[in-house]
């Protein structure tokens, strides 16, 4: 009936889907949770997983040869890289912006 399901790249595509919807779920949770300044680095950590998975299986970058892993990488820690210094201009401004 679901043999379409036997194929090991659908396996694996719905494995990570169900992984992605948890990690979402997590997600949800973590942000009514009255943990107070864990909070924001909890939810960049599960962000940061997420963005690992997508990545690493649902781009299937595994699959590729090693410069194109590399490269990926690279891409990869770029953006971390802006995003990092995004957030230290915004706080680095919401700092001096008080009185």
Known sequence: MLSY???PHLR?????YAVLIGLLAL???LVHLPIGILRPLLLLAV??????????L????KRQPPLVR?????GFFFVLTMFALTLNDYLGRA???MP
């Open 95 to 97: 700092a001096s912006a």
């Open 47 to 56: 962000a940061a997983v997420q963005a690992g998975i997508t990545l690493w």
């Open 70 to 74: 590399l490269y990926a990488f690279l």
């Open 58 to 61: 649902s781009m299937e970058v």
């Open 12 to 16: 694996e595509a719905w494995l990570v």
């Open 5 to 7: 399901l036997r194929q």
């Open 27 to 29: 997600n949800l949770i």
